[in-house]
């Protein structure tokens, strides 16, 4: 992709930001090629001279682009994460971001359910973007504990991997009631564990 | 569906099951009448006879179905959970039942990202699901309480909400590792809401 214009760098933002929307509304499996190239104006060649692997390299695309995304809605807090109140910073600004896409899903967590039988390559992409976000909750939770705010018996791993659960599952609860509330319950009951102070 | 005889209800319950097998595969989207007519050896005048509405009417049947297995993997321990063993062992069958089905996937769950957006009918008995789930395990939560093994101050509604999350969230993040650690790791942080004993 190195000798792609800025005409054609736009272009294929456009054709990975239209995939990223009709599988957010139809699933994977719901999404076609023929409706990606009839909402971006794209022909056949066009398309597959930016993906030549059709469909499965465009939805890799889309996960890649979804998880930067993701993770651009939590700068700059998810660096620091060293106190109380960054961490409080970071989850008001991740729920915002949530809210902003104007309904109760996470485009990560709904490519998870869908890669993870059917298309391997795309279920390693999305397992990177956990790893890579767990490890960046994880080292907010080390820097608690190197500032002797919490007690060092915590596993900052699982303490990470808790978190990401309270936001995917409280996102799955809070879709169908098209209500936050889920969200909110399990994302302050996960943060609870960061209420574990150092002994003295 | 009163008329129907013992034959036609095991023909039916195949179909309801074939689709729900195809769903966990390829999603709603990628799920197709003839694909599951393919695999059932069913015509299209008895699809049609079972399921008058199409897809759509099958699909909430699954959803209904997939409901009932996976309040039947809780029993009996979901009516009592008044005490931490009684949880214990709920958690230990619930997660028993999710390894059962050979993949790290909450059939309710799958569908509650696929139906929020596009089908208003599944999402309403997904709702319905998580509500029932929830105010069992919220039932079980005030029991603790009745019993002065959990501070009065805990929000029976926010801990059953945090755990169902755990759950859902767990499994996100467990299907692409192909590893069960998150889902074990969100649900024990989840269950020490329990953890908070009445005052003395």
New interface residues.
């Given amino acids: 992709m190195a000798e792609l214009t800025e005409r054609g760098r736009r272009t294929r933002q456009r054709i990975v930001e239209e995939t990223g929307r009709q599988i957010?509304?139809?699933?994977?499996?719901?999404?076609t090629l023929d409706d990606v190239r009839a909402a971006t104006l794209t022909s056949k060649s066009q398309l597959f001279h930016y993906f030549p692997g059709g469909k499965d390299e465009l939805v890799r695309a889309v996960a890649e682009w979804e998880g930067a995304q993701l993770m651009a809605a939590q700068e700059p807090w998810v660096h620091d994460l060293s106190t109380r109140e960054s961490w409080e910073a970071w989850r008001q600004a991740l729920v915002d971001y949530y809210i902003g896409q104007g309904?109760?899903?996470c485009p990560i967590?709904?490519l998870?359910?869908?890669?993870?039988?059917?298309n391997p390559e795309l279920?390693?992409v999305?397992?990177q973007a956990?790893r890579d976000w767990g490890a960046l909750l994880a080292a907010g939770v080390r820097r608690m504990q190197d500032a002797g705010r919490l007690g060092g018996h915590v596993?900052p791993?699982?303490?990470a991997?808790?978190i990401?659960?309270?936001?995917?599952?409280?996102?799955?609860?809070s879709?169908?009631?098209?209500d936050p509330?889920?969200?909110e319950?399990?994302l302050?009951?996960?943060l609870?564990?960061l209420d574990t102070p150092a002994p003295r």
């Fill in positions: 957010l509304a139809a699933g994977i499996g719901g999404t309904r109760w899903a967590g709904s998870a359910s869908e890669a993870a039988a059917r279920a390693a999305v397992a956990f596993d791993d699982r303490v991997a808790s990401m659960s309270a936001i995917q599952g409280g996102l799955v609860l879709q169908p009631l098209h509330w889920p969200l319950a399990a302050e009951q996960a609870h564990a």
